[in-house]
Each structure stands twice: as C-alpha cells, then as structure tokens.
C-alpha cells in the first residue's frame, strides 16, 4: 500500500508487459487506516503498508513477502513515460484523448460522442467537464469562504482544509469559527464551530465536514419543507441493511448497555480497544452508533442523549450530517449500506457518488 503520488507508479502501474492482468485497488484515507490497525501486530514484511526500510529496499527493486524476497523490476525496455496518461491518472482531458485519435477517425469519434447519454448530457459535453468536478465554478464562493475562515483560524493541517473545501461545494458558504469544547452548526449565524486543534475530537476534519452537512440541510430545507420527510422514508428504507449487518456483527447488540457500545463495536471491527483508535477510527466509530441512534429515534445506538431524537427533525439532520461526513472521509461503505439516503444526498446537492 502506496499513496498515490509515490514515484513507485510512474514506472510500475500495470499493465506490465503484454498479458499483464495486475490491477491496482485505490482505498482512502479511512480504509488505508483501517487496514493498517488491523495489520499493526503483524510482522512488518507482512503488513501492506511499505514504510522504513521495506521503501527502501522497494526503490532497489524489492520486496519481502511472505519470508521470501520478490524482485519488483521495471519491464524491460518500458518508457518512464509510456503510461503516463493511464487509468491511475485523473488528469486526462478531452483535448488529449483526441490527441490520440488519427485525423480521419475524429469525425467520427466526436458524432460518437455526441450520441452517448451520460446522465442528462451527452458523452462530448461529460469529456469537456473539469476532471475534478468538486472544484467548478459552482462551488468557488464557498470553497474561497471556507478556505479563507479556516486560514485565519490558523489550520496549519492542509488534510483539514482539504475536507473543508470538498464539503464546501455542497454549496453552503459558513464562516467556521472556534469553540473551546464541543463542536456545533449555529442556524442563528450560519456558522460553524470547531475546536482549532485538528487532533481534537471537536476539531477533527470528520467534524468540520458534519457540521457543514448540518449547514447545508438547514439551508436547504428552509425552501424545501418536504425534505424532512422524503430523509424520514430513505431512514426506513435503509434499516433493514442496517439491521442485518449489526446481526451478523455482533448477534445480541441490542442488548448491549449504551456505556459499553463504543468499545464493543471497535472491537469487533478493529480487534481493538476503542481509545487505542486513531482519530478517524474513532470518529467513524461513533458515526456508525450514533447513525443508529438517528435511524432508531434514540431506541438503539450511542452519541447523543435519547431526549436529543425527540426534536421532530433531529434525527433527519444527523443522517445527512453523517452522509455528508462519509463522503468527504471517502468512507464508500457507509454510503452503501445507507443507500437510501446516500442517494437522496447525491440528489439534493449535485454531488456525484
């Protein structure tokens, strides 16, 4: 497991050489930090992450394995740059596709683009979109106003404004302000309140993503009365996923006391204590309770206190506050098990899966 941006790809991405079927698996930040708690206490060969002397022995062309060393070489007579526009690369636009094209062949390639639907566009108009469709000018202001409060708060992490900005093109524009010990969307100021520390429970970039979902909802649905509703049925619709997986988890969870989840839950998906978590383990931890507590109306989960779901749209904005939370932290599991209301999410806010 390599970030993206380590030179190692440049020139190892697969394919190889003819008949080569490697393929490479992206994760995110939160899988990436998954897989390395869960693979903590094994020998260091045999954990997927290459740090230390195994990246250096991987830059010398090698690899220890499973007790034995693998010799990881370039393809003979390969290009440094012979897939520099490959699958891995977001970068391709339109115009280097065409690039690729022999002259006689263009028009027919563009009447084939122009007879493609891609949503509600053709597959010509898709291609001439900006390749990172978060960053449009539909989402400038925000981002500039979200980036701006965060820079004058001094956030030195760039991994925190990063989340910041993505949660910004939902299209709300709140100054983010700082709170000394617990984290909160203020409908009064339309603003945000963190702790500064981004190591903080109340400062972490988990945090700053939910509460801009909070900010946007509470925009939203100002105009849009039916929302809480519509939220309510995509909740139902999505229990029966939930129910299953806590069955299969952990049968009886229903019976565990409110006190004892948070460390009942690490330790069936981690194997380890809660407190030993790191940040985004611990936040995604709680986002899975206190999801459940949203979805039950406080009958079931943890985070909140039961008298919180009795507000009529409570319930309603934590789910969207979780959504919002799981897509900016890449967490693609929870929007696939709250499906439902993931897919209200892409909906409402023009964001795509």
């Not at 891995?88 to 027919?108: G, M, V, Y």
């Not at 956030?155 to 949660?167: P, Q």
């Not at 969307?185 to 702790?195: F, G, N, P, R």
């Not at 139902?236 to 019976?255: C, Y």
Request: hydrophobic share 40%; glycine share 6%.
């Amino acid at each position: 497991m390599l970030p993206k941006t380590d030179p190692f790809w440049r020139d190892h991405y697969p394919p190889w050489e003819w008949g080569c079927r490697c393929r490479v698996r992206p994760v995110t930040d939160t899988e990436a930090e998954i897989i390395r708690v869960r693979e903590a206490n094994l020998p260091p060969e045999n954990q997927s992450t290459i740090e230390g002397p195994r990246l250096q022995r991987l830059r010398t062309g090698h690899l220890e394995r499973d007790g034995r060393t693998w010799t990881i070489a370039k393809a003979p007579g390969r290009p440094i740059d012979d897939f520099a526009w490959s699958p891995a690369d977001l970068r391709i636009t339109a115009q280097d596709i065409e690039a690729r094209i022999p002259p006689e062949d263009l028009p027919a390639w563009r009447n084939f683009t122009r007879s493609i639907a891609v949503g509600a566009k053709t597959l010509e108009k898709w291609l001439e979109e900006p390749v990172l469709p978060w960053h449009t000018r539909r989402a400038g202001a925000a981002i500039d106003t979200v980036a701006a409060s965060m820079r004058r708060l001094g956030f030195a992490d760039k991994r925190i404004t990063n989340y910041a900005e993505t949660a910004a093109t939902l299209g709300v524009a709140p100054m983010v302000r700082t709170s000394k010990n617990r984290a909160f969307y203020q409908s009064a100021t339309k603003s945000v309140h963190i702790a500064k520390n981004p190591n903080d429970w109340y400062g972490a970039r988990q945090t700053i993503a939910h509460e801009l979902g909070h900010a946007w909802l509470d925009q939203y649905a100002s105009p849009n009365p039916d929302a809480w509703r519509e939220i309510r049925e995509a909740m139902k619709q999505d229990w029966a996923r939930w129910q299953s997986w806590l069955d299969r988890l952990i049968p009886g969870w229903r019976n565990i006391g409110r006190s004892n989840l948070h460390e009942a839950f690490a330790q069936h998906i981690y194997q380890t204590s809660f407190h030993a978590l790191p940040m985004p383990a611990r936040k995604r931890v709680s986002r899975i309770l206190d999801y459940i507590a949203a979805i039950t109306r406080g009958r079931y989960g943890a985070g909140h206190p039961k008298s919180y779901w009795a507000n009529p749209t409570f319930p309603e904005h934590e789910a969207i506050a979780h959504a919002t939370e799981a897509y900016v932290s890449g967490d693609t599991w929870w929007l696939q098990i709250s499906s439902a209301v993931a897919e209200w999410f892409y909906q409402r806010t023009g964001l795509t899966p």
